[in-house]
């Protein structure tokens, strides 16, 4: 996607040449036709590229903030109320681009591999006791495999 759309940019690192995509620019391939057979021929599904425009109207809106200075709450709200987007993704996204420390995707392939043969509700019972820290444990257990 950032190699057929990104934004062409000089960095001085051999193969970093681009930057991903405005939401504008995402926004504009919906005027040539559906989202879908512009990230389509990428390898992104339909219902992928339709969150991905989804995503680019919020930001383009100003209805999105998902740095570090944003409650992660807020966050998290904003983000599943975006189709396509469910509390995997969203404590994904918390954890990563907004450096919440207590971010935890449970429902992670890894980390139920990690604590196997616990439930997803098991696994969040024995979270609570590494708040407010649940990121780093996430990490841990992704490298404990």
């Known amino acids: 996607m950032v190699q057929a759309h990104g934004i062409p940019v000089e960095t001085g690192i051999a193969g970093l040449t681009r930057a991903f995509p405005a939401p504008e620019t995402i926004m504009a ?7 879908g ?6 390898g992104i599904t339909g219902a992928r590229a339709r ?4 995503l680019a109207r919020l930001f383009a809106a ?6 570090h200075s944003a409650p992660p709450e807020d966050g998290i709200k904003t ?14 996204i918390a ?17 139920r591999k990690a604590l196997a043969p616990r439930t997803p509700e ?3 019972a024995l979270a609570e006791s590494w708040r407010p820290w649940r990121a780093y444990a996430t990490i ?4 404990s495999l």
Do not use: C, K, S
């Open 29 to 35: 391939l919906e005027g040539a036709g559906a989202i």
């Open 37 to 42: 057979d512009h990230l389509g021929p990428l």
């Open 51 to 54: 969150t991905i425009l989804a």
């Open 62 to 67: 100003g209805d999105a903030d998902f740095g």
């Open 79 to 92: 983000l599943l109320a975006v189709p396509g987007i469910g509390m995997w993704t969203a404590h994904y």
């Open 95 to 111: 954890m990563r681009a907004m450096g919440w420390p207590d971010a935890f995707p449970h429902t992670d392939h890894g980390v």
């Open 122 to 124: 098991q696994i969040l």
């Open 140 to 143: 841990n257990l992704w490298n």
